[in-house]
């Protein structure tokens, strides 16, 4: 009885948080993103808006699933000007790092892009595609060659290396790609470490178990400085992520 009761307590929870994502949007949000087409910088507008509608979600998550706890390290909200390497465990991990910087960019899977409405907004936000082939050229061509300019605004790019949600929660194969990324742009890399967003959204699943006692945390792992007169390869930084990945 009592696990009947909790899933229908997760039933209409989960119905608040996507009616947030729908109607929040709609009414709340959508004529605020049209406004930002007429900043000077609309990207900047755009990722101050994505970080506000997720905290905004994450705030209604801490109201109404009071069982479940986010503990964010301070150091990692004072990252700046720096390229994020994190695990990748629920579809929660980028809206969190989202809702903690008001500069961020990110890679999105390429069929995001071709979405009504949202691929508009994720292509103004200057995310980049998952692919840089056929029609995504042009568009990752032009964020990357903006790319320094925006690190040393103190913008972030945060990456999910493992290019897929795991499912046992251990970190999966690195991607070269995304770690190219960060050894051309020659910023500092942090290495984060998030736990337990999949206790709260598991993969594969519509409800959210919002009345499961649970500790979501995301720390420091490691800083890396690509940068310098001897930056390390591509090699080289893929063995220290796999070392720290491993030892977490």
């Known amino acids: 009885m009592e696990t009947l009761l909790s899933r229908g307590i997760d039933f209409c929870i989960t119905l608040v948080y996507w009616a947030w994502f729908i109607f929040g949007f709609f009414f709340l949000f959508s004529w605020r993103y049209a406004a930002a087409l007429f900043r000077s910088d609309p990207e900047i ?7 506000r509608f997720f ?14 706890k986010i503990l964010i390290n301070d150091e990692v909200a004072k990252i700046r000007s720096s390229v994020i390497i994190c695990n990748h465990l629920s579809y929660l991990d980028p809206l969190l790092l989202i809702s903690l910087y008001p500069r961020q ?5 390429p069929r ?20 840089g082939a056929g029609r995504f050229s042009r568009l990752m061509v032009r964020q990357m060659d903006s790319m ?15 290019g897929t949600r795991s ?7 690195m991607q070269k790609g995304a770690i190219k990324i960060a050894r051309l742009i020659g910023a500092p890399v942090y290495l984060l470490h998030v736990r337990n967003t999949d206790k709260l959204f598991p993969p594969g ?3 959210f178990a919002t009345q499961r006692k649970n500790t979501i945390t995301l720390k420091v ?6 940068g310098g007169p001897s930056p390390p390869s591509t090699a080289d930084l893929m063995q220290q992520i796999e070392e720290a990945y491993h030892s977490a």
Request: charged share 20%; glycine share 10%.
């Open 167 to 173: 499912r046992d929660g251990k970190a999966g194969s």
């Open 105 to 109: 960019r990110t890679i999105v899977k």
């Open 148 to 162: 320094p300019e925006y690190l040393r605004a103190g913008g972030n790019l945060f990456v999910f290396p493992e």
């Open 45 to 51: 507008a755009f990722q101050r808006l994505n970080s």
């Open 55 to 68: 905290q905004i979600l994450l705030s209604i998550i801490r109201q109404t699933a009071p069982g479940q």
């Open 221 to 226: 792992l490691k800083r890396i400085e690509t």
């Open 205 to 207: 699943k519509f409800l």
């Open 112 to 131: 995001f892009f071709m979405m009504p409405i949202f691929g508009q907004l994720v292509a103004k936000s200057g995310y980049l595609p998952g692919e």
